[in-house]
């Protein structure tokens, strides 16, 4: 994970950058800080990287529906990244009527929150690693299997626990929540 800059490690999430996109893997609902922290890490990503830039959020299968608080912190992402980015990929990883369910939400979500990038929903991640570097990873010369394996091994150590926040691109400190 050499090129892989871990900015944000907690119980609710972790959030780093690898080349040109933002890896989100969702343990629960997003803490209020995560808006708060949000463009920080996209400055950092917008000031550091040439060409299109975007973002990955992996729902693991235990990954609850979002509570109402937390729908409202997702729309505010969704406008802050409006003025960035150029694509999103969900993976949402659950099987059956609850895939089927998390699936429709963040549709609807994505539909209204009218975003000016392209949206898509997945159920694995190598799909959604081929559909981000056909359209998005040329200028990043980044390959499909390079970013899932990257993204497999951000989940083991966020899972494992021995994920720790480093320093951004940028050369700032970047923001630690206790996994506790």
Partial sequence: MSELTVLYVGSDHCASVYRNILLIVA?????????????????TLRENVTGP??????LPPHNPPPREEARLTIKKAFQLFGESMSFAAFVVEKTGFAAAAQRAALTMAMLAARAPFAMKVFARVDEASRWIVGSYGRDAKLTARELDETVQKLRVAYADKTLQ????????TSQRTPTA
Avoid: H, S
């Fill in 53 to 58: 830039i975007g973002f990955v959020v992996v």
């Fill in 27 to 43: 343990d629960n609902d997003p803490r209020p800080e995560f808006i708060n922290l949000l463009p920080q890490w996209v400055n």
């Fill in 165 to 172: 926040a480093e320093k951004t691109l940028a050369g700032k």
